[in-house]
């Protein structure tokens, strides 16, 4: 039986886990805030993570646009624990990562970017 693309979606994220281990949890989320696939720890909500994820991309795009910075690339976020991090899938959807502290971003943004590509033919 073929997989549907949610579930291809899903697998590649976990891909992107398992080759990156300082990438904690990950999901695409659309930029309606709606969750597209999931590879978040079960403590997290997926509902609001993925709202939040939107409404930073949201901001993110008016900034570096009304800054005069052209397309944005990403978003990210430092706390004490690590990062979150946000990079456009296509023009509909947000890959949004948990990134340990500590961790090599530019790294991380490079598998970011193979991973947003790959999962831009899905969405």
């Given at each position: 039986m073929a997989k549907s693309r949610t579930e291809l979606m899903i697998d590649r994220l976990r891909d992107l886990q398992a080759t990156t281990p300082e990438i904690e949890a990950s999901a695409v989320v659309s930029v309606d805030g709606l969750t597209i696939a999931s590879s978040l720890p079960p403590?997290?909500?997926?509902?609001r993570v993925s709202a939040m994820s939107a409404a930073m991309l949201s901001l993110?795009?008016?900034?570096?646009?009304?800054?005069?910075?052209?397309?944005?690339?990403?978003?990210?976020?430092?706390?004490?624990?690590?990062?979150?991090?946000?990079?456009?899938?296509?023009?509909?959807?947000?890959?949004?990562?948990?990134?340990?502290?500590?961790?090599?971003?530019?790294?991380?943004?490079?598998?970011?970017?193979?991973?947003?590509?790959?999962?831009?033919?899905?969405?």
């Open positions: 403590s997290s909500e997926e509902d993110g795009e008016r900034i570096a646009g009304e800054l005069g910075r052209g397309m944005l690339e990403q978003v990210h976020v430092k706390g004490y624990g690590g990062y979150v991090i946000l990079m456009s899938v296509g023009e509909e959807a947000v890959l949004t990562t948990l990134v340990r502290e500590g961790a090599r971003l530019g790294l991380i943004f490079l598998d970011m970017r193979r991973t947003a590509d790959d999962l831009k033919r899905l969405v």
